[in-house]
């Protein structure tokens, strides 16, 4: 006999068809046997896009800080050349540079001290987007041929990514005397020194006496500065590898160790 409803009637072929259409419907459901999800993959994508789009702000931000200084720098030179160029180099044109130039300088400084910061954080941004790749390669194994950069989170996977040309020609150290914060910082020392001269001119001091003092201007100041650059490297030391780089893997720009 067949079933009814309420009403003693037989059901109609649309409530029949109901209980399969759900059936389907619970069998073409997406399911992933991987332990992470079978959402992982959209989530991962869209924190990695986040660490992206801040690098790009915290580099975009050390570009203008960078570009004001050399801005004023520059502004503070082009007034002093024409203070010189009409009363000559005298006691009111050093009066005047030993008033810009200590402004200038700190605006150096702080510039300095602002890109050491934004390395760092990128330095923390780096190793974060590295333990996604992680996650990627373990989703998908078989496209580890063709990443370009490291999923290890320790130093090798750091230099893998962050230096991905290392290996053919720049060494680690290279690059880090030759990135903003230590031509910044070279400013800085060649700025101090020329401050450090003409206070000693203004003192009356000798020729030989004012170089002298200069150039050990020049060395303290560019030794403290590079000292805090160093610090940079703080995120990296502090960091306990989630996904070491296993011993004797060769990683893409680096070769064997």
Not at 21 to 42: F, R, Y
Not at 88 to 95: A, C, D, K, S
Not at 155 to 160: E, H, M
Request: net charge neutral; proline share 7%; charged share 15%.
């Amino acid at each position: 006999m067949d079933a009814a409803d309420n009403t003693g009637k037989p059901p109609g072929p649309e409530l029949a068809a109901a209980p399969a259409a759900e059936a389907g419907t619970a069998g073409s459901a997406p399911v992933s046997d991987h332990p992470l999800g079978p959402d992982a993959v959209a989530i991962l994508a869209t924190e990695h896009w986040s660490l992206i789009g801040s690098r790009s702000l915290l580099w975009n931000e050390a570009y203008s800080r960078t570009t004001i200084f050399l801005g004023a720098l520059s502004a503070a030179t082009v007034a002093l050349a024409l203070v010189a160029n009409v009363t000559g180099l005298g006691p009111r044109t050093v009066t005047l540079a030993l008033v810009l130039l200590p402004v200038v300088l700190f605006l150096g400084i702080a510039t300095h001290i602002r890109v050491v910061e934004i390395n760092q954080a990128e330095i923390e941004l780096m190793l974060a987007m590295n333990r996604l790749r992680n996650a990627y390669l373990r989703i998908a194994p078989a496209l580890e041929p063709y990443f370009s950069t490291s999923p290890h989170d320790d130093q090798r996977g750091l230099t893998a990514s962050y230096l991905s040309f290392q290996g053919r020609g720049l060494r680690p150290w290279g690059h880090f005397l030759s990135n903003t914060a230590t031509v910044v910082a070279t400013v800085d020392a060649a700025l101090a020194a020329a401050i450090a001269v003409l206070a000693m001119r203004k003192a009356g001091a000798a020729t030989t006496s004012a170089v002298a003092v200069g150039a050990a201007a020049f060395l303290v100041v560019w030794a403290a500065l590079f000292l805090l650059q160093r610090q940079s490297l703080s995120a990296l030391r502090r960091s306990e590898p989630r996904f070491p780089t296993p011993p004797g893997q060769s990683l893409p720009g680096l070769g064997r160790p």
